[in-house]
């Protein structure tokens, strides 16, 4: 039987997504190291996803949080990979890598893949990676500063989503990230993201 990891799993959802979600669950109930907690929430009012993340990190009990999106996928190892990372480090986040099931590349974000995190190069990173709750908290969650109808570009083209909003707070006051270069979930974009965005569903 596997062994259960402090750390909560949260996942927000939209109703269209049930069949996605329910991909979701199961990959989390195939881990070889259980998160204590997984706390699911549906976006029924239309809040968007940075809004329904903060409602459930309020719940959240343990040392630790990871973020699950509904659209995505664990590979079985991830929490305990992930988990042995942060707890031996001390880190106050710990984010790993992923493929993409359908395109087999990962886009604007490839080039970051097995960099070393450095908070004088801050750059978007994935947001399924587990954190210290408490650090998140402290850092105003996921909605502060953030409008979740923006479309903010970086110098990129690609918008700044609450997830780099909050990755921005994070280094701003010198907390201790680290990308562990392991491939550890699936980035499902076989169907179009919303983008957390309320209004693109």
């Known amino acids: ?8 799993i949260i996942t927000a959802t939209i109703p269209p997504r049930a069949d996605l979600l329910a991909r979701a ?21 239309k809040l968007g996803g940075a809004a329904i993340k903060d409602k459930l990190l309020k719940k959240v009990k343990t040392k630790y949080v990871a973020v699950l999106d509904d659209d995505d996928e664990l590979l079985p190892q991830h929490i305990e990979v992930i988990y042995k990372c942060i707890t031996e480090s001390d880190a ?5 890598w992923f493929r993409y099931q359908s395109s087999g590349n990962a886009g604007h974000l490839e080039r ?3 960099v070393a995190w450095s908070n004088d190069d801050v750059h978007q990173v ?22 979740p109808d923006s479309m903010i570009l970086d110098s990129g083209g690609n918008r ?17 990230i680290k990308h562990h270069p392991e491939i550890t979930w699936i980035y499902h ?13």
């Open 1 to 8: 039987m596997p062994g259960t990891a402090d750390v909560t």
């Open 25 to 45: 669950v199961k990959s989390v109930e195939a881990q070889t190291l259980q998160p204590a907690a997984h706390l699911i929430m549906e976006d029924s009012n």
């Open 92 to 96: 106050d986040l710990v984010y790993p």
């Open 112 to 114: 970051y893949f097995g």
């Open 126 to 147: 994935p947001i399924t990676w587990i954190a210290k709750t408490l650090t998140i908290k402290r850092a105003g969650g996921f909605s502060e500063g953030y409008d």
């Open 160 to 176: 700044i989503g609450y997830d780099f909003l909050l990755i921005q707070r994070l280094a701003a006051h010198n907390r201790l």
């Open 189 to 201: 974009d076989d169907r179009q993201s919303t983008l957390g965005m309320p209004s693109r569903w």
